[in-house]
């Protein structure tokens, strides 16, 4: 029995210097229980064995001292602990002479090493010295003297220093080991740090750059998921995407009208996200009237060195402000406009009484033809910007259906040519029998005639005008060229944009207000086409119109 005590003593004591090893700074005051807890133990074991142990046993004054000071390393104040445990370790050395007097040949000279472990660990070679010293005088002369030096009892008690040297030893040796591959450690986690730390702060920079943007920013991966968003375009994010939805879900988007909702596959992110580029993309996020934004969205795609999608970034500016002031100026542009009708419509009845009477001077009537056609144009400007107003407020209507544009066409050269005539102007087409398509008749007869007398307008006397429609397999595409004066790279960009007209027209007091190729491009974009101009200063321009065809055609 004394033999296995003495074995739970060893692979206690492993157990331990372990747990001082391993964890790198352990509380003294645990190691100090369990010194206690494994003196105990070995007198247990005893008692089991069939050792009977009294209270003058040397073993039990042991675990009585041992106790003790294991009580007074708890109550040790924390900024006197560490030296304070460091005495308390040596009187474990004189704790473990103790108990040896009673026994000198048994397991519990091994607890020795732990106070020695503490004192290596705690002081390094010194420490080990002490730990020498310390088992020398305290455990080897001790039992020396009070046994004797007999047999295997003196060679037990003179290598008790040389485990208690030795172990301390090991263990300075191992943490110095462990400090040196910790200061390597530390400071290659130093320079990390001090990298990570330049990143963050260029991150930080960058971030701050990336806010204080004034317009919204966001910038997408190759599988369209979110990289980065600053604060403006997380502002106008919030108001369209209702409270647990991602930036798949259109939330309250909506067109450029404010009432059409954007679907899932229409918002910028998710264009941008399969690679598209667009520019001036306007939309309205919130469903508040009071609170929702007005956006002008735009989008970049990035490429690889292999010319693969690797990203998409948008931008995103606030145009809110504007948009309200160009819907109050429409709406009083209609108001104006409507007002204006009752007053011409009694100027036209007035004239045409005074028409009908024959008793008049052929001065008077010249001068009523006059007011007649100073009517009539004030008339074309009213309707010009009713419908602009109207088609502005509540969008564009079609009433689709087939029709002829080979036909509509021709009506319009028709009417056209004495216009044409009188302005000096040759006016050309070159049409087929029949190009049928699904659309707003009505409305193409609008575009057509837009069109065409625009070209005449700004054509001077001797030049000419020519009107081709070409019916190709999936489309049909208008062109209607002119020798006029042509427009200035600068404005080509603008003439299609309302009440915008160019410095030339100005210049010679051509009548105008800039509405008719506003209306047209809607018109046409309504009918799903394009229409794009090609120009040059004093030498013409080319208007192209491409409309697609639909299901439904002419028949033979």
């Known amino acids: 029995m004394k033999a296995f005590g003495s074995g739970m003593s060893r692979a206690a004591a492993a157990a331990v210097w372990r747990l001082v090893w391993l964890r790198g700074e352990p509380d003294p005051r645990i190691l100090q229980l369990g010194f206690t807890v494994l003196l105990a133990a070995e007198a247990g074991l005893r008692v089991v064995g069939g050792i009977a142990l009294s209270w003058e046993s040397w073993v039990v004054r042991a675990v009585v001292l041992s106790a003790l000071l294991t009580v007074l390393s708890w109550c040790v104040p924390g900024a ?76 037990y008690l003179v290598m008790i220093p040389l485990i208690a040297g030795v172990s301390s030893l090991a263990i300075s040796a191992g943490l110095e080991v462990a400090r040196s591959a910790q200061a390597r450690a530390e400071r290659g986690e130093s320079e990390l740090a001090r990298a990570l730390e330049t990143i963050k702060a260029h991150q930080h920079t960058s971030q701050a750059i990336f806010d204080a943007a004034g317009v919204g920013l966001m910038l997408l991966d190759r599988d369209g998921e979110l990289l980065a968003m600053n604060h403006r375009y997380g502002e106008f994010v919030s108001l369209s995407l209702p409270d647990g939805t991602d930036l798949e879900w259109p939330g309250h988007c909506f067109a450029a009208d404010g009432v059409t909702p954007l679907s899932a596959d229409e918002v910028p992110s998710s264009r941008a996200a399969r690679g598209e580029e667009f520019d001036d993309f306007l939309m309205w996020s919130g469903n508040d009237p009071r609170t929702r934004r007005a956006v002008s969205v735009s989008a970049r795609h990035a490429e690889g060195e292999a010319g693969d999608f690797i990203g998409a970034a948008l931008a995103g500016t606030d145009v809110t402000d504007l948009m309200r002031a160009l819907a109050v100026k429409d709406e009083f542009i209609g108001l104006v406009s409507h007002e204006l009708r009752t007053p011409l419509t009694s100027i036209y009845g007035y004239v045409s009484m005074l ?113 081709t429609l070409d019916e190709r397999t999936d489309a049909v595409e208008l062109l209607v060229r002119d020798t006029g004066m042509g427009i200035a790279p600068d404005d080509l960009d603008q003439v299609f944009n309302r009440f915008f007209r160019t410095q030339q027209a100005a210049d010679q007091a051509i009548r105008g207000v800039g509405l008719g190729l506003a209306i047209t491009k809607q018109i046409i974009e309504g009918h799903g086409g394009v229409i794009e101009v090609d120009s040059e200063l004093g030498r013409g321009s080319e208007f192209r119109v491409v409309l697609p065809l639909q299901v439904i055609r002419l028949a033979s």
């Open 80 to 155: 006197r602990r560490r030296t304070s445990i460091s005495v308390i370790a040596i009187l474990d050395i004189g704790v473990v002479g103790v108990a040896l007097l009673s026994n000198e040949d048994g397991g519990l000279g091994l607890l020795v090493v732990l106070p020695a472990l503490w004192l290596g660990r705690r002081y390094g070679e010194w420490g080990a010295l002490v730990a020498v010293v310390a088992s020398l005088v305290l455990v080897t002369v001790p039992g020396l003297t009070y046994h004797g030096p007999r047999g295997a009892g003196l060679t």
């Open 355 to 467: 028409h009908e009477r024959e008793d008049l001077p052929e001065i008077a009537l010249k001068q009523i033809g006059v007011v007649a056609r100073s009517a009539d144009r004030l008339r074309i400007l009213v309707d010009d910007l009713l419908e602009a107003a109207q088609v502005t407020s509540n969008g564009l209507s079609l009433d689709p259906g087939p029709v002829d544009l080979a036909s509509i066409v021709a009506e319009s050269i028709a009417s056209a040519r004495p216009h044409a005539a009188d302005a000096g102007i040759v006016l050309e087409a070159d049409l087929p029998t029949q190009a049928g398509l699904v659309g707003d008749q009505v409305r193409l007869a609008q575009v057509v005639d837009n069109l065409v007398s625009n070209a005449i307008k700004y054509t001077p006397r001797g030049g000419s005008v020519h009107v």
